[in-house]
């Protein structure tokens, strides 16, 4: 199947910092990926669409200028946790769909942060 | 509403076979999907099947749907070791955005 990576895999930051987090398709061409969060043993939790070259679309609840997403390419997006908090600390997951098939969506392996 | 329920647990022996139920409330989902999760990674597409299916086999994994009651299940056959994991059942919202049941973890005894 395709693959998705994100960098960095784990991040520990202190409380008031901003973390980037990066999701890239490597073998194929993704117009949108979607972000994901994950508390422990619980589901995962639609945060918001990234469009590449439009804005992207949060889910109710999700603050848009505490989770900043950029979809600077068609291989890239990033998450940005600004001002981060001992709460949002959380399994971030992002996800592409091919474009050969818009069905399968292939997640990365998600990034730990732990804010202190 | 998009809820997807699963069961949270299975236990199950090695070699036996496992069956995890989902049920689903979206009648709109024009796909349903099966993930596992093993510890600390992210989720690997096992297998998807399409609304208008009653069934799909791949290899071990058999996946039935039951439109009418909203139920979709994974059957793993001659479970192993490897087989221990969280499975995610899913359903496709608009504009493919997935909604994820809880998860089942399920536990291979020796």
């Known amino acids: 199947g395709a693959v998705v990576s994100q960098h960095p895999s784990w991040v520990i930051c202190k409380s008031g910092t901003s973390v980037k987090i990066e999701c890239r398709s490597l073998d194929f061409q993704a117009t949108t990926m979607f972000w994901y969060r994950q508390f422990p043993k619980q589901s995962l939790m639609l945060m918001a669409t990234?469009?590449?070259?439009?804005?992207?679309?949060?889910e109710q609840g999700v603050e848009k200028d505490k989770f900043l997403i950029n979809h600077a390419s068609l291989t890239l997006s990033t998450l940005t946790v600004t001002s981060a908090h001992p709460e949002d600390s959380s399994f971030y997951i992002c996800?592409?769909?091919?474009?050969?098939?818009?069905?399968?969506?292939?997640f990365g392996p998600g990034t730990r942060l732990t804010v202190l | 509403g998009e809820d997807v329920e699963q069961s949270l647990f299975l236990s199950v022996r090695e070699g036996d076979s496992s069956v995890i139920n989902c049920t689903y409330t979206d009648s709109s989902s024009t796909y349903l999907y099966w993930y596992k999760q093993e510890p600390g990674a992210g989720l690997q597409l096992l297998t998807y099947i399409f609304s208008n299916m009653d069934m799909k086999q791949d290899q071990r994994l058999t996946v039935l749907l039951n439109k009418k009651d909203k139920h979709l299940s994974l059957r793993i056959a001659d479970t192993q070791t490897g087989d221990s994991a969280i499975y995610f059942c899913a359903e496709s919202i608009d504009d493919y955005k997935l909604s994820f049941g809880a998860g089942t973890t399920v536990t291979v005894r020796a």
């Open positions: 996800s592409a769909p091919t474009s050969r098939n818009y069905n399968e969506q292939f």
């Open positions: 990234s469009n590449e070259g439009s804005k992207a679309t949060y």
